[in-house]
Every structure is written in C-alpha cells, then in structure tokens.
Nanobody, 121 residues
Framework: EVQLVESGGGSVQPGGSLRLSCAASGFTFSSYTMSWVRQAPGKGAERVSS????????TYADSVKGRFTISRDNARNTLYLQLNSLKPEDTAMYYC??????????????RGQGTQVTVSS
C-alpha cells in the first residue's frame, strides 16, 4: 500500500521559508518520478514541481520558479520541497504525489494527506 506522509508546513510571514518533507513507503520510491501539488481553498490544483526518479531532472511552475527547490533522498525514501521568499499567494495545502499528472490535476490516490502552508503578515 502506497503511503505518503507530508510534514513541515506552517504559518510564516511573507518572505519567509519552509521546508516540506514527504516520507514514502509501500512502493519502490527510487523508481518513480515524484511531484508536489498544491491547492488553495476555492481554487484548482497546481503542480508546483516534479523530480525524476534519479533526481537529475526537475520541473517548476512559473509561479514558483527561482523560489522553490525540489529534491529527494532515495536512500531515505524522502521527497523535499524548499520554499523560499514565500508570498501570500503561496498559501495552500501542499500534497506529495507519486508520479506526475497534468499540471492542474490532484489525484485521489497515490498522494499524501497534505500539509498546510499559510503565508500572512
């Protein structure tokens, strides 16, 4: 059974930083592309970043490019997302997702329960 457990969310002021983690189990983590998808209340899903199985290829949404960094540790079965220079519009629930889906899609399966990021002064 695929299990993805996110942590590291919280409330920060604009300009602040957070580091999200996702502990994966139940599948061969090192074989899969992984993604971070966010969804704000009343808004659609947005894939903010993805990373290939080996960690050598990444993608970012234009809205976060230059501010967020995705990484992974295959030895620890863990996915990360470093969030810097946070803006109020980054406020959302952030989900760790096994695989990669269309940019505006949050899957029902193969995702974690989410971790909340709130950016407010």
């Amino acid at each position: 059974e695929v299990q993805l457990v996110e942590s590291g969310g919280g409330s920060v002021q604009p300009g602040g930083s957070l580091r999200l983690s996702c502990a994966a189990s139940g599948f061969t983590f090192s074989s899969y592309t992984m993604s971070w998808v966010r969804q704000a209340p009343g808004k659609g899903a947005e894939r903010v970043s993805s990373i290939n199985s080996g960690g050598g290829s990444t993608t970012y949404a234009d809205s976060v490019k230059g501010r967020f960094t995705i990484s992974r540790d295959n030895a620890r079965n863990t996915l990360y997302l470093q969030l810097n220079s946070l803006k109020p519009e980054d406020t959302a629930m952030y989900y760790c997702v096994k695989g990669i889906y269309p940019r505006d899609y949050l899957p029902i399966k193969d995702r974690g329960q989410g971790t909340q990021v709130t950016v407010s002064s």
